[in-house]
Protein backbone atom coordinates (compact mmCIF):
# COMPACT_ATOMS: atom_id res chain seq x y z
CA UNK A 1 0.00 0.00 0.00
CA UNK A 2 1.26 3.66 -0.51
CA UNK A 3 1.99 5.86 2.18
CA UNK A 4 -1.69 6.57 4.29
CA UNK A 5 -2.67 9.84 3.04
CA UNK A 6 -6.21 9.44 5.20
CA UNK A 7 -6.01 7.55 8.75
CA UNK A 8 -9.04 6.83 10.62
CA UNK A 9 -8.49 5.65 13.96
CA UNK A 10 -10.61 3.72 16.82
CA UNK A 11 -13.19 6.15 15.55
CA UNK A 12 -16.89 6.26 17.56
CA UNK A 13 -19.44 8.49 16.56
CA UNK A 14 -22.80 9.37 17.73
CA UNK A 15 -25.93 10.44 16.97
CA UNK A 16 -27.07 11.99 19.80
CA UNK A 17 -27.44 8.76 22.52
CA UNK A 18 -27.18 6.53 19.21
CA UNK A 19 -23.61 5.52 18.70
CA UNK A 20 -23.48 4.86 15.25
CA UNK A 21 -19.32 4.32 14.78
CA UNK A 22 -17.97 1.66 17.43
CA UNK A 23 -14.32 2.28 16.88
CA UNK A 24 -13.62 1.88 13.16
CA UNK A 25 -9.93 1.93 11.75
CA UNK A 26 -8.95 2.82 8.04
CA UNK A 27 -6.43 4.09 5.71
CA UNK A 28 -6.46 5.47 2.52
CA UNK A 29 -3.07 5.74 0.57
CA UNK A 30 -2.37 8.28 -1.63
CA UNK A 31 -3.61 7.54 -5.64
CA UNK A 32 -5.67 4.38 -4.02
CA UNK A 33 -9.35 3.51 -4.75
CA UNK A 34 -10.48 2.76 -1.53
CA UNK A 35 -14.19 1.31 -0.69
CA UNK A 36 -16.57 0.90 1.80
CA UNK A 37 -19.01 -2.27 1.64
CA UNK A 38 -21.74 -3.00 3.94
CA UNK A 39 -25.58 -2.94 4.47
CA UNK A 40 -27.63 0.08 4.81
CA UNK A 41 -27.59 1.71 8.52
CA UNK A 42 -24.22 -0.13 8.45
CA UNK A 43 -22.47 3.31 8.81
CA UNK A 44 -20.84 3.87 5.41
CA UNK A 45 -22.83 7.32 4.85
CA UNK A 46 -21.59 8.61 8.49
CA UNK A 47 -18.05 7.49 8.25
CA UNK A 48 -17.84 10.05 4.91
CA UNK A 49 -19.38 12.58 6.44
CA UNK A 50 -17.47 12.18 9.79
CA UNK A 51 -14.42 12.56 8.26
CA UNK A 52 -15.47 15.88 5.90
CA UNK A 53 -15.98 17.19 9.21
CA UNK A 54 -19.69 17.69 8.69
CA UNK A 55 -21.09 19.15 11.74
CA UNK A 56 -24.54 18.24 13.79
CA UNK A 57 -26.95 17.39 13.53
CA UNK A 58 -26.95 16.71 9.64
CA UNK A 59 -23.78 14.67 10.52
CA UNK A 60 -22.60 12.81 13.56
CA UNK A 61 -20.68 13.96 16.76
CA UNK A 62 -17.23 12.64 16.67
CA UNK A 63 -16.81 10.78 20.47
CA UNK A 64 -13.18 9.92 20.49
CA UNK A 65 -10.64 8.60 17.91
CA UNK A 66 -8.60 10.75 15.70
CA UNK A 67 -9.06 11.33 11.89
CA UNK A 68 -5.53 12.35 10.25
CA UNK A 69 -4.48 13.66 6.63
CA UNK A 70 -1.02 13.74 5.53
CA UNK A 71 -0.03 13.22 9.20
CA UNK A 72 -2.08 15.60 10.44
CA UNK A 73 -5.21 15.19 12.93
CA UNK A 74 -7.93 17.31 11.26
CA UNK A 75 -10.89 17.08 14.22
CA UNK A 76 -12.48 20.42 14.72
CA UNK A 77 -11.00 21.36 11.69
CA UNK A 78 -14.31 23.90 9.53
CA UNK A 79 -15.54 21.48 6.52
CA UNK A 80 -14.75 24.32 3.93
CA UNK A 81 -11.10 24.92 5.53
CA UNK A 82 -11.00 20.64 5.02
CA UNK A 83 -12.27 21.61 1.23
CA UNK A 84 -10.15 24.50 0.98
CA UNK A 85 -6.73 23.74 2.79
CA UNK A 86 -6.54 19.44 2.62
CA UNK A 87 -8.54 19.52 -1.07
CA UNK A 88 -10.71 16.61 -0.12
CA UNK A 89 -14.51 16.98 -1.20
CA UNK A 90 -17.71 14.90 -0.31
CA UNK A 91 -19.64 13.91 -3.22
CA UNK A 92 -22.96 13.06 -1.23
CA UNK A 93 -25.77 10.75 -1.56
CA UNK A 94 -28.43 12.74 -3.63
CA UNK A 95 -26.36 14.58 -5.31
CA UNK A 96 -27.46 17.91 -3.30
CA UNK A 97 -27.21 20.20 -6.68
CA UNK A 98 -28.58 23.97 -6.67
CA UNK A 99 -31.77 22.80 -8.93
CA UNK A 100 -32.60 26.58 -9.48
CA UNK A 101 -28.85 27.33 -10.83
CA UNK A 102 -27.92 26.54 -14.18
CA UNK A 103 -24.87 23.99 -14.88
CA UNK A 104 -22.22 26.42 -15.38
CA UNK A 105 -23.67 28.45 -11.69
CA UNK A 106 -23.50 25.15 -9.90
CA UNK A 107 -19.83 24.70 -11.44
CA UNK A 108 -18.53 28.33 -10.31
CA UNK A 109 -20.08 28.05 -6.84
CA UNK A 110 -17.73 25.71 -6.48
CA UNK A 111 -14.37 27.61 -7.09
CA UNK A 112 -14.62 30.69 -4.76
CA UNK A 113 -12.77 29.04 -2.15
CA UNK A 114 -10.00 28.28 -4.59
CA UNK A 115 -6.95 30.26 -4.26
CA UNK A 116 -5.31 29.26 -7.58
CA UNK A 117 -4.86 31.38 -10.53
CA UNK A 118 -7.44 31.64 -13.36
CA UNK A 119 -6.03 29.64 -16.11
CA UNK A 120 -6.14 26.93 -13.23
CA UNK A 121 -9.74 26.93 -12.48
CA UNK A 122 -10.07 27.56 -16.74
CA UNK A 123 -8.29 24.39 -17.41
CA UNK A 124 -10.80 22.70 -15.10
CA UNK A 125 -13.77 24.08 -16.38
CA UNK A 126 -12.46 22.46 -19.57
CA UNK A 127 -11.51 19.03 -17.79
CA UNK A 128 -15.20 18.88 -16.70
CA UNK A 129 -16.43 19.07 -19.66
CA UNK A 130 -14.30 16.64 -21.43
CA UNK A 131 -15.08 14.46 -19.25
CA UNK A 132 -18.51 15.41 -19.16
CA UNK A 133 -19.69 16.37 -22.57
CA UNK A 134 -23.43 16.22 -21.89
CA UNK A 135 -22.96 18.96 -19.01
CA UNK A 136 -20.67 20.92 -21.75
CA UNK A 137 -24.22 20.89 -24.08
CA UNK A 138 -26.18 21.79 -20.95
CA UNK A 139 -24.52 24.23 -18.86
CA UNK A 140 -26.91 27.34 -19.62
CA UNK A 141 -29.56 24.88 -18.43
CA UNK A 142 -31.10 24.99 -15.15
CA UNK A 143 -30.02 22.01 -13.06
CA UNK A 144 -32.93 20.43 -11.55
CA UNK A 145 -34.26 20.18 -15.53
CA UNK A 146 -31.20 17.74 -16.06
CA UNK A 147 -31.48 13.59 -15.99
CA UNK A 148 -30.33 11.88 -12.85
CA UNK A 149 -27.58 10.71 -14.86
CA UNK A 150 -26.43 14.56 -15.34
CA UNK A 151 -27.28 15.82 -12.32
CA UNK A 152 -24.76 12.79 -11.09
CA UNK A 153 -21.89 13.84 -13.44
CA UNK A 154 -22.64 17.52 -12.28
CA UNK A 155 -22.04 16.59 -8.87
CA UNK A 156 -18.85 15.35 -9.63
CA UNK A 157 -17.93 18.26 -12.04
CA UNK A 158 -18.21 20.34 -8.82
CA UNK A 159 -16.40 18.33 -6.94
CA UNK A 160 -13.51 18.66 -9.78
CA UNK A 161 -13.68 22.61 -9.92
CA UNK A 162 -13.36 22.78 -6.18
CA UNK A 163 -9.63 21.84 -6.81
CA UNK A 164 -9.80 18.53 -4.65
CA UNK A 165 -6.88 15.91 -5.24
CA UNK A 166 -9.69 13.58 -2.93
CA UNK A 167 -12.71 12.67 -3.53
CA UNK A 168 -15.17 10.70 -1.64
CA UNK A 169 -18.33 9.40 -2.89
CA UNK A 170 -21.42 8.35 -1.93
CA UNK A 171 -23.93 6.32 -3.92
CA UNK A 172 -22.63 7.63 -7.27
CA UNK A 173 -24.45 5.26 -9.33
CA UNK A 174 -27.61 5.15 -7.48
CA UNK A 175 -30.73 5.98 -9.66
CA UNK A 176 -28.35 5.30 -12.94
CA UNK A 177 -29.06 3.05 -15.82
CA UNK A 178 -26.70 0.42 -16.21
CA UNK A 179 -24.76 2.12 -18.96
CA UNK A 180 -24.84 5.60 -17.56
CA UNK A 181 -23.46 3.85 -14.16
CA UNK A 182 -20.67 2.17 -16.05
CA UNK A 183 -19.73 5.37 -17.93
CA UNK A 184 -19.22 7.00 -14.52
CA UNK A 185 -16.96 4.24 -12.95
CA UNK A 186 -14.75 4.73 -16.37
CA UNK A 187 -14.78 8.12 -16.10
CA UNK A 188 -13.34 7.87 -12.00
CA UNK A 189 -11.03 5.34 -13.19
CA UNK A 190 -9.45 7.59 -15.54
CA UNK A 191 -9.38 10.72 -12.55
CA UNK A 192 -7.38 8.10 -10.27
CA UNK A 193 -5.09 7.35 -13.32
CA UNK A 194 -4.39 10.51 -13.49
CA UNK A 195 -3.78 10.78 -9.59
CA UNK A 196 -7.14 11.54 -8.02
CA UNK A 197 -7.53 9.45 -4.47
CA UNK A 198 -10.66 8.14 -3.83
CA UNK A 199 -13.05 6.54 -0.94
CA UNK A 200 -15.96 5.17 -2.25
CA UNK A 201 -19.53 4.18 -1.18
CA UNK A 202 -21.25 1.95 -3.36
CA UNK A 203 -24.66 -0.15 -3.56
CA UNK A 204 -23.29 -2.53 -6.13
CA UNK A 205 -20.70 -3.98 -3.84
CA UNK A 206 -19.67 -6.32 -7.10
CA UNK A 207 -18.98 -3.49 -9.05
CA UNK A 208 -17.15 -1.67 -6.15
CA UNK A 209 -14.72 -4.26 -5.51
CA UNK A 210 -13.91 -4.69 -9.41
CA UNK A 211 -13.28 -0.82 -8.98
CA UNK A 212 -11.11 -0.26 -5.95
CA UNK A 213 -7.61 -1.40 -5.01
CA UNK A 214 -8.80 -2.39 -1.51
CA UNK A 215 -12.35 -2.47 0.37
CA UNK A 216 -13.32 -2.56 3.93
CA UNK A 217 -16.72 -4.01 5.06
CA UNK A 218 -18.64 -2.09 7.65
CA UNK A 219 -21.35 -3.96 9.85
CA UNK A 220 -23.18 -2.09 12.18
CA UNK A 221 -20.56 0.53 13.01
CA UNK A 222 -17.32 -2.03 13.13
CA UNK A 223 -15.31 -3.01 10.14
CA UNK A 224 -15.18 -6.68 10.31
CA UNK A 225 -13.56 -7.30 6.87
CA UNK A 226 -10.66 -5.83 5.05
CA UNK A 227 -8.36 -6.61 1.97
CA UNK A 228 -7.13 -6.00 -1.08
CA UNK A 229 -10.69 -6.44 -3.28
CA UNK A 230 -9.53 -9.51 -5.18
CA UNK A 231 -9.44 -11.24 -1.83
CA UNK A 232 -12.48 -9.80 -0.29
CA UNK A 233 -14.42 -10.99 -3.49
CA UNK A 234 -13.22 -14.44 -2.69
CA UNK A 235 -14.31 -14.32 1.15
CA UNK A 236 -16.89 -17.18 1.91
CA UNK A 237 -18.64 -14.26 4.42
CA UNK A 238 -18.56 -11.74 1.92
CA UNK A 239 -19.78 -13.46 -1.19
CA UNK A 240 -22.58 -14.94 0.77
CA UNK A 241 -23.81 -11.24 2.00
CA UNK A 242 -22.77 -8.73 -0.36
CA UNK A 243 -22.59 -10.59 -3.67
CA UNK A 244 -25.11 -13.13 -3.91
CA UNK A 245 -23.24 -15.84 -3.69
Known sequence: MNIPLLEVENLHVKYGNIEALHGISFTVGQGEIVTLIGANGAGKSTTLMAVAQLPPPEAPKIISGDIRFAGQSILGMAPDRVVADLHLVLVPEGRHIFGNLTVEENLKLATYARKGDVNDINRDYKRVYQLFPRLNERKKQRSESLSGGEQQMLAVGRALMSGCKFIMLDEPSM?????????MFRTLKELNEEGMTILLIEQNAHLA???????????????????????????????????GG
Do not use: Q, S, W
Not at 220 to 234: D, F, K, N, W, Y
Open 175 to 183: GLAPLLMYD
Open 209 to 243: LKFAHRGYVIDTGEIVAHGPCATLMENPEVKKAYL
